[in-house]
Nanobody, 125 residues
Framework: QVQVVEAGGGLVQAGGSLRVSCAAS????????VGWFRQAPGKEREFVAA????????YFGDSVKGRFTISRDNAKNTVYLQMNSLKPEDTALYYC??????????????????WGQGIQVTVSS
């Protein structure tokens, strides 16, 4: 059974940093493309970052380019989203997603089937 457990969210002041993690079980995360999306209350779901399964390409949403990075620790079967220079507008529920069906358009939400609970990130001004 595939399970994804997100951790590391919380409250941080504007300008600060936070790293959220996504530990996978039931699959080998390096065999799949992965992505992070977020959704703030009253707003549409937004693409944040993604990494191809072989790790040779990463993608970022325009609003986070230059501030966020995505990485993967194959030994821990875990994906990370490092968020720097956080802004209040980064406040959202963040979702770690795995492209189990191999749809490959990692920047599109429809590439992912199971969205899970997400993890809250709140940036205070």
């Amino acid at each position: 059974q595939v399970q994804v457990v997100e951790a590391g969210g919380g409250l941080v002041q504007a300008g600060g940093s936070l790293r959220v993690s996504c530990a996978a079980s039931g699959l080998t995360v390096s065999s799949y493309g992965v992505g992070w999306f977020r959704q703030a209350p009253g707003k549409e779901r937004e693409f944040v970052a993604a990494m191809t399964k072989n790790g040779d390409s990463t993608y970022f949403g325009d609003s986070v380019k230059g501030r966020f990075t995505i990485s993967r620790d194959n030994a821990k079967n875990t994906v990370y989203l490092q968020m720097n220079s956080l802004k209040p507008e980064d406040t959202a529920l963040y979702y770690c997603l795995i492209d189990l069906a191999g749809r490959r358009r990692l920047w599109e939400g429809r590439s992912y089937d199971d969205w899970g609970q997400g993890i809250q990130v709140t940036v205070s001004s």
